[in-house]
């Protein structure tokens, strides 16, 4: 569970209307190339997940376009030598609060830490203008002390001093906000209803899965988009 039940103020949205696409090619983000992953992955495999949700406070978009369906959306990061499991464009116009897309229980109602693990410009280019930051974020059982995955959160804006490499983050903590960067090959946005947040998820052990939906699909601060710490047998796997 999420439980989002901490107290929290809703950052106010620019709300443009525009045309739009939403695309970060993985020939222009960092981290584009992994090893494959086995199915079986080293170390012990988690008996516990976790719920995965929009990495964006307040009313979101699942796919707005229908160019970036889990099921054939570009992967461009890895974690622990492995390129990540799946990926979303949840989207928002340009002034969201940007937020930890991870629970703060397990399913056994075990607490989750979550702490930031990564912090760079998203773009190869390095040029914040060409893309925001990638924030990656790290969530752990704290019962157990097993990490069980990672989420990276690419396209942040605004991104506060304190999200910092070994920063802890709550499920309310303002990662930045979603943001209009330059339109480039890393970030093809034509208007702010193109405004978006990429989100990566990896499982440490096997693999995670998302939860099957439509393009154009509203999300609210407690709808489940994937799970972590689950036993899938390959990436881009619906739950």
């Known amino acids: 569970m999420r439980i989002r039940n901490v ?25 584009a190339q992994a090893t494959p992953r086995p199915a079986e992955a ?5 008996t516990d997940t976790i719920s995965v949700y929009p990495p964006v406070q307040g009313p979101s978009t699942w796919d707005r376009f229908g160019l970036s369906h889990p099921s054939g959306h570009h992967r461009v990061f890895s974690n622990w030598g492995y390129l990540n499991d799946w990926s979303v464009d ?20 075990h607490p989750v830490t979550v702490r930031v693990v990564t912090v760079v410009p998203g773009c190869a280019t390095g040029n914040l203008e060409d ?10 059982n704290a019962a157990t002390g097993a990490v069980i995955a990672r989420a990276d959160v690419m396209h942040v804006d605004n991104k506060p001093a304190a999200i910092a490499v070994g920063a802890t983050v709550g499920p309310w903590t303002h990662l930045g906000t979603t943001g209009r960067f330059r339109y480039s090959s890393c970030y093809q946005v034509n208007g ?15 693999y995670s899965c998302y939860i099957a939906r439509g393009s154009n699909a509203q999300l609210g601060d407690e709808t489940v988009i994937g799970r972590v710490g689950t036993q899938n047998t390959g990436p881009v796997q619906a739950c």
């Open 7 to 31: 107290m929290h103020a809703t950052i106010g949205l620019l709300l443009v209307p525009a045309l739009a696409l939403g695309l970060s090619p993985a020939a222009q983000a960092q981290d």
């Open 42 to 46: 080293a170390g012990t495999l988690s």
């Open 90 to 109: 949840i989207y928002q116009n340009p002034g969201a609060a940007v937020v930890s897309p991870f629970g703060s229980r397990t399913a056994a109602g």
């Open 131 to 140: 893309g925001g930051w990638r924030i990656g974020l790290e969530a752990t």
């Open 192 to 206: 702010d209803s193109g405004a978006h947040i990429h989100l990566e998820v990896i499982n440490r052990t096997r």
